[in-house]
């Protein structure tokens, strides 16, 4: 299998086989990331991708699911991501689930149609590293879409049906508009129809531009607890029926179904944390952290 430098990979879904399409990520510029930094984005060759699919078709022949990476290769056009759907069902004909990552901004260069054709081929669920509804946050961190963007591209979704997921960070605004990034991400998110809600906090890795900012005095981090605080005022916003996950730069484990029926009692363990919590421990939790 040809795989190029580390690979991430969405945990929550099955997460073998997985087939490099793409390497690095067409954006590669918001201020809190370093994933893909010296990965120039680019399509893997066809070759390298039916080689990699010819071993899974020895190794797995029954696969029904599989996961693509790198960063974000729902990028690719329909012209060239229809060809390789067909060659994967071509190889491991008994494939369901095709499991892609993708920006908001990735949705614009195909319609309707064209996602319907690709969730024919298998494309069943992708990932979108929403980040922030609020106009303002988006602009700060250099998302490179807004609010409207993402009910335009999760509504071609909604009507193709694919399914997809949303993820919230936490802590990008800093302290001075850490308010408005939770209210009006909720807002956005709860008119769009995600099957799962993620919600991280950031972490500030050294080389990000966040970091840099925060040290010459230009952008203010959130505490421990003022990130809890930000977290409960986006849950007590959020009106989306789906699935709800903290992932793991989130202090606390807080994952499940139906979202709508424990919304009391995840504000009730997030309000416990707040007037409870150990900074300590919460500090050497972050510190610990090495990577999105």
């Not at 991501?81 to 901004?105: D, F, Q, T």
Request: proline fraction near 5%; hydrophobic fraction near 35%; include cysteine.
């Amino acid at each position: 299998m040809h795989f190029t430098g580390t690979v991430y990979r969405n945990p929550y879904w099955p997460t073998w086989p997985l087939l490099e399409i793409t390497q690095g990520c067409t954006h590669n510029s918001c201020k809190f990331c370093t994933m893909y930094k010296e990965v120039p984005f680019r399509l893997s060759p066809m070759s390298l991708i039916e080689e990699d699919l010819k071993e899974l078709s020895e190794s797995d022949p029954d696969a029904r699911t599989i996961q693509l990476l790198s960063a974000n290769p729902f990028a690719l056009s329909y012209d060239k991501m229809a060809p390789i759907l067909e060659m994967i069902n071509r190889y491991l004909p008994k494939m369901e689930y095709i499991y892609a990552a993708g920006r908001v901004s990735d949705v614009r260069n195909k319609s309707v149609e064209e996602l319907k054709k690709l969730k024919e081929l298998g494309l069943r669920e992708i990932t979108l590293g929403v980040e922030s509804g609020d106009d303002w946050t988006l602009d700060r961190i250099n998302k490179g879409y807004h609010s409207l963007d993402i009910l335009k591209e999760c509504h071609k979704l909604e009507e193709a049906g694919i399914e997809y997921w949303m993820t919230f960070l936490g802590g990008v605004a800093g302290r001075e508009h850490s308010k408005e990034h939770a209210i009006n991400s909720a807002k956005i998110f709860s008119q769009c129809k995600p099957l799962l809600v993620g919600t991280s906090s950031l972490t500030l890795f050294p080389g990000t531009p966040l970091l840099e900012e925060a040290e010459r005095g230009e952008f203010t981090p959130l505490t421990e607890k003022e990130l809890l605080v930000e977290l409960k005022t986006f849950v007590e916003n959020l009106e989306c029926d789906c699935v709800f996950n903290t992932h793991h730069t989130v202090l606390v484990n807080l994952s499940g179904p139906d979202f709508l029926s424990q919304k009391a009692s995840i504000v009730n363990t997030l309000d416990y944390l707040i007037k409870h919590g150990d900074d300590g421990r919460m500090q050497s939790f972050r510190k610990s952290k090495r990577s999105l």
